[in-house]
């Protein structure tokens, strides 16, 4: 199983990025997909999920209403459109899959991508 996430790079305040993560090895359908980030030295931190038809989305609070998540299940592929960029949106990104199910726990998920850093300059 590989996730490639992709689409990170330097942004203004206010600005606006799109990350892509492409899987493959397993059957995406299958899975929840999900978004965290990290920020060196912090928590690993939960960002948005969808379900495995996406039609059920999540999103922590301090991205609610800036961020949304989608996916394409023919491509194998799922999306994070972040609007309304702040500086404390700065981390790297990962997309995760967990198996039946999209929490919002790093814990449950299965497969990990290499992550793609975003940084938001003031």
Same mark, same amino acid.
């Given at each position: 199983?590989?996730?490639?996430?992709? &689409?990170g790079?330097l942004?203004?305040?206010?600005?606006?990025?799109?990350?892509?993560?492409?899987?493959?090895?397993? $059957?995406?359908?299958?899975?929840?997909? &999900?978004?965290?980030?990290?920020?060196?030295?912090?928590?690993?931190?939960?960002?948005?999920?969808?379900?495995?038809s996406?039609?059920?989305?999540?999103?922590?609070?301090?991205?609610? &209403?800036?961020?949304?998540?989608?996916?394409?299940?023919?491509?194998?592929?799922? /999306?994070?459109?972040?609007?309304?960029?702040?500086?404390?949106?700065?981390?790297?990104? /990962?997309?995760?899959?967990?198996?039946?199910?999209?929490?919002?726990?790093?814990?449950?998920?299965? /497969?990990? &991508?290499?992550?793609?850093?975003? $940084?938001?300059?003031?």
């Amino acid at each position: 199983v590989q996730l490639q996430a992709f &689409g990170g790079g330097l942004v203004q305040a206010g600005g606006f990025l799109r990350l892509s993560c492409v899987a493959s090895g397993l $059957t995406f359908d299958d899975y929840g997909m &999900g978004w965290f980030r990290r920020v060196p030295g912090k928590e690993r931190e939960f960002v948005s999920a969808a379900t495995w038809s996406g039609s059920s989305t999540y999103y922590a609070d301090s991205v609610k &209403g800036r961020f949304a998540i989608s996916r394409d299940n023919a491509k194998n592929m799922v /999306y994070l459109q972040m609007n309304s960029l702040k500086p404390e949106d700065t981390a790297v990104y /990962y997309c995760a899959a967990q198996n039946g199910l999209a929490t919002r726990g790093w814990q449950d998920h299965n /497969y990990w &991508g290499q992550g793609t850093l975003v $940084t938001v300059s003031s």
